[in-house]
Each structure stands twice: as structure tokens, then as C-alpha cells.
């Protein structure tokens, strides 16, 4: 089974140097990746700086070929951010080759912030 866009719906909320950001999924219907925790470094986050996201979570299928990562980044409920990566790339680069099997319950994903990011 191909992992959705879904996968992803990744909300960090305001991020801020004093507390870390909430966490919520926002995917639409059951998610195959369902997040039960997650740390970030560095934190607090750097414009056109690397970002790993250690997740533990649960997987209703296997991450395949063509499944996409969707990161939103929210502030005061306003999506400030959106980057959608390929997901078994990303994950390659972590050697974490896809597939990856349900039986997998943490991740590590490290994404490019882009400088488009209000400051």
C-alpha cells in the first residue's frame, strides 16, 4: 500500500525559544502513520538549516515507493509553512531504504527549512 499525503499532515505549532510546539496530526480519516510522540533538533528551528523529527509512531501499511511527506508549520493557528517531500527519499538519506514495515515504530526525518519561512 502506498503511504498518502496523509502520512504527513504534520502540525508543529508556535515555536518558540522558551517552550517546545504542540503536536497535533491533521490528517484527514486514519493516517498510515499514526505519531505518538516527537522531538525536534535543533530546537528552536534555523531557517535554511537541517531539521530532524525523531517519531515514534505506528504504521497501518508499509512505506512505499511514491508516498509523500506533508509538513505544515502553524503560528497562532495560521499555516505559516507547507513542504511535501517524497517520503521514501527522505527517509533513504537517514538509511531508512523503503520499504519500511509496519513492524518499524521509530523514525527519523530530516528536512531543508526553507528560507521561505516568515522570520
Known amino acids: ?23 497535533t496530526n491533521c ?30 509512531s505506528t504504521l497501518s501499511a508499509p512505506i512505499t515507493e511514491g508516498g509523500r511527506l506533508t509538513f505544515e508549520g502553524r503560528y497562532l493557528r495560521r499555516r505559516i509553512y507547507v513542504d511535501e517531500q517524497d517520503a521514501c527519499g527522505v527517509l533513504a538519506v537517514q538509511g531508512q531504504p523503503c520499504p519500511i514495515p509496519t513492524t518499524s515504530s521509530s523514525l527519523k526525518v530530516c528536512i531543508l527549512l526553507k528560507p521561505t519561512i516568515p522570520a
Request: charged share 5%; glycine share 8%.
Open 1 to 23: 500500500m502506498r503511504l498518502f499525503t496523509a502520512i504527513g499532515g504534520l502540525i508543529l505549532s508556535a515555536v518558540t525559544a522558551a517552550q517546545a510546539p504542540t503536536f
Open 27 to 56: 490528517a484527514a480519516g486514519l493516517p498510515d502513520l499514526n505519531v505518538t510522540s516527537i522531538s525536534m533538533s535543533p530546537f528552536p528551528p534555523c531557517i535554511g538549516q537541517t531539521m530532524c523529527f525523531n517519531l515514534t
